[in-house]
T-cell receptor
Framework: ETGVTQTPRHLVMGMTNKKSLKCEQHLGHNAMYWYKQSAKKPLELMFVYSLEERVENNSVPSRFSPECPNSSHLFLHLHTLQPEDSALYLC??????????????FGPGTRLTVL | GQNIDQPTEMTATEGAIVQINCTYQTSGFNGLFWYQQHAGEAPTFLSYNVLDGLEEKGRFSSFLSRSKGYSYLLLKELQMKDSASYLCAFMDSNYQLIWGAGTKLIIKP
């Protein structure tokens, strides 16, 4: 247990569905991240939040919409996804955003399949 | 530009030593991380190097040469449970992590 939980662990959805991924961290951290992990590819940073404000959006399609209502919770809202969006979606948190030491703690991920 | 490279897969024998290399290019550098990821699980932190040299932590050691853009992770006395993917990532000038694709390590009895 890393102190970061994600639900659901598995999700199958059609291209016209709307679903949300949830992440919660119990570590008192100030920064939270969404990553996409596809097979044999590097982790792709999608969104970064620091103190509930979005600080990074790496050219992610608008069909992915993040929400950070407080420093402990992070959501990723999904709508009209494409089959190529099928991947493992990982949430992570770190004590702070900047600084020389920024160890990230990861949740177990949500395995998403888009049909 | 920025890039990072590590071997796709390595095989080693239980009880042996294995070295996983990672090379990177970046104009801004704030340290290099190694993470371990077992299949179907979250990545977990192994090590962080920001200065040149070797950092030892039990059976695992990590080395960094900033001038060469090079790091390695050394695993000693390999155990079957060490079978996993090992991810290297450097922190750029914006304090964002740039990740390698991971090295899948297969341990054979």
């Amino acid at each position: 247990e890393t102190g970061v939980t994600q639900t659901p662990r598995h999700l199958v959805m059609g291209m016209t569905n709307k679903k949300s991924l949830k992440c919660e961290q119990h570590l008192g951290h100030n920064a939270m991240y969404w990553y996409k992990q596809s097979a044999k590819k590097p982790l792709e940073l999608m969104f970064v939040y620091s103190l509930e404000e979005r600080v990074e959006n790496n050219s992610v399609p608008s069909r992915f919409s993040p929400e950070c209502p407080n420093s402990s919770h992070l959501f990723l809202h999904l709508h009209t996804l494409q089959p190529e969006d099928s991947a493992l979606y990982l949430c992570a948190s770190s004590q702070d955003l900047g600084g020389m030491y920024n160890e990230q703690f990861f949740g177990p991920g949500t395995r998403l399949t888009v049909l | 530009g920025q890039n990072i490279d590590q071997p796709t897969e390595m095989t080693a024998t239980e009880g042996a030593i294995v070295q996983i290399n990672c090379t990177y290019q970046t104009s801004g550098f704030n340290g290099l991380f190694w993470y371990q990821q077992h299949a179907g699980e979250a990545p977990t932190f192994l090590s962080y190097n920001v200065l040149d040299g070797l950092e030892e932590k039990g059976r695992f050691s990590s080395f960094l040469s900033r001038s060469k853009g090079y790091s390695y992770l050394l695993l000693k006395e390999l155990q079957m449970k060490d079978s996993a993917s090992y991810l290297c990532a450097f922190m750029d000038s914006n304090y964002q992590l740039i990740w390698g694709a991971g090295t899948k390590l297969i341990i054979k009895p």
